[in-house]
T-cell receptor, first 117, second 114 residues
Framework: ETGVTQSPTHLIKTRGQQVTLRCSSQ?????VSWYQQALGQGPQFIFQ???????GRGNFPPRFSGLQFPNYSSELNVNALELDDSALYLC????????????????FGAGTRLSVL | AQSVSQHNHHVILSEAASLELGCNYS??????LFWYVQYPGQHLQLLLK??????LVKGIKGFEAEFIKSKFSFNLRKPSVQWSDTAEYFC????????????FGDGTTLTVKP
């Protein structure tokens, strides 16, 4: 167990709908990174939140957005769902010092599997 | 931009065989390197990491990896695999200034036959 919990575990949506995924970070961690893992591929970095601010973004469109709350839990929101958004969404929490923290270890949750029909 | 290449998509071994999984990355600066394992139905677990220092790093469950900077490689090794090592293995890299924003390879599925 990593102490990182994600909800829900599975979700089915239809194209065009909106979805919110949730992540509760490990106690003492101040950073959450979100990843998308399509079938047969490695996780792909979506964005990172550090102390409630976006702290870097991968190659994902603006319809992927997020939030981080004062308790460092986080949400990933996806608007206007497309079929290609079907994937396992992973969050990883970590402790960054000063926003950089080169020696950073991430702890992953079990993921939310999203199916878009 | 960073990229990670894992050359072996699926490896099948018998128990007690030796394992080496290849990982090459492309990035010109200082990097942090990781190997993760994902057992069926479970979350990603960190096997080992390299930040600096001794390029030969040891991780959990008898795994080790060697960072060869000149070859941009970070290959994973285990002298003798067990059936319980059957899993998917991912190599990941992030720039030293981009902690927590990792680029992953597409993974290698390891099947160990008893």
């Amino acid at each position: 167990e990593t102490g990182v919990t994600q909800s829900p575990t599975h979700l089915i949506k239809t194209r065009g709908q909106q979805v919110t995924l949730r992540c509760s970070s490990q106690s003492g961690h101040n950073t959450v990174s979100w990843y998308q893992q399509a079938l047969g591929q490695g996780p792909q970095f979506i964005f990172q939140y550090y102390r409630e601010e976006e702290n870097g973004r991968g190659n994902f469109p603006p319809r992927f957005s997020g939030l981080q709350f004062p308790n460092y839990s986080s949400e990933l929101n996806v608007n206007a769902l497309e079929l290609d958004d079907s994937a396992l969404y992973l969050c990883a929490s970590s402790l960054l010092a000063g926003g950089i923290g080169p020696k950073n270890i991430q702890y992953f949750g079990a993921g939310t599997r999203l199916s878009v029909l | 931009a960073q990229s990670v290449s894992q050359h072996n998509h699926h490896v099948i071994l018998s128990e007690a065989a030796s394992l080496e999984l290849g990982c090459n990355y492309s990035y010109g600066g200082t990097v942090n390197l990781f190997w993760y394992v994902q057992y069926p139905g479970q979350h990603l677990q960190l096997l080992l990491k390299y930040f600096s220092g001794d390029p030969l790093v040891k991780g959990i469950k008898g795994f080790e990896a060697e960072f060869i900077k000149s070859k941009f490689s970070f290959n994973l090794r285990k002298p003798s695999v067990q059936w319980s090592d059957t899993a998917e293995y991912f190599c990941a890299v992030n720039a030293n200034t981009n902690a927590g924003k990792s680029t992953f390879g597409d993974g290698t599925t390891l099947t160990v036959k008893p």
